[in-house]
């Protein structure tokens, strides 16, 4: 059986995928349906708790790809900072010498 991943369902909890469905669901029903003011009141409260699990597991999602991407880049900098040619130099030595045609390019350093 297949390790569940604890970020996909906060204690136990729906998947984003099930919460946004649920949240989609219940925004159709209070668009397109005549409910009493009781029913909309209680699918607002249930949309509002649905749109809090959505918004915490994107957080958490986006908290650990920052954490990977620092982690990536950090490993990546270590294999570098080893090896003197990587190691940069002054700005000035970086830039490659102005070239009065390429007034139109676009630099990035």
């Known amino acids: ?16 995928e099930e919460a946004i469905s649920n949240l989609e669901a219940i925004v159709e029903a209070m668009e397109h349906d005549q409910l009493p003011l009781g029913e909309l009141v209680e699918h607002y409260e249930k949309g509002t708790t649905l749109l809090n699990t959505c918004e915490s ?7 650990r790809i920052e954490l990977i991407t ?6 990546i ?33």
């Not at 597991?57 to 908290?63: Q, T, V």
């Not at 620092?70 to 490993?75: A, C």
Request: hydrophobic share 30%.
């Open 70 to 75: 620092l982690r990536n880049q950090t490993e």
């Open 57 to 63: 597991l994107l957080k958490e999602a986006k908290s």
């Open 1 to 16: 059986m297949a390790k569940q991943n604890p970020a996909s369902t906060p204690k136990g909890g729906p998947s984003f």
């Open 77 to 109: 900098g270590l294999e570098t900072d080893t090896d003197p040619a990587h190691i940069p130099g002054p700005a000035s030595a970086a830039r490659p010498a102005a070239d009065p045609d390429d007034d139109d390019d676009i630099r990035l350093f």
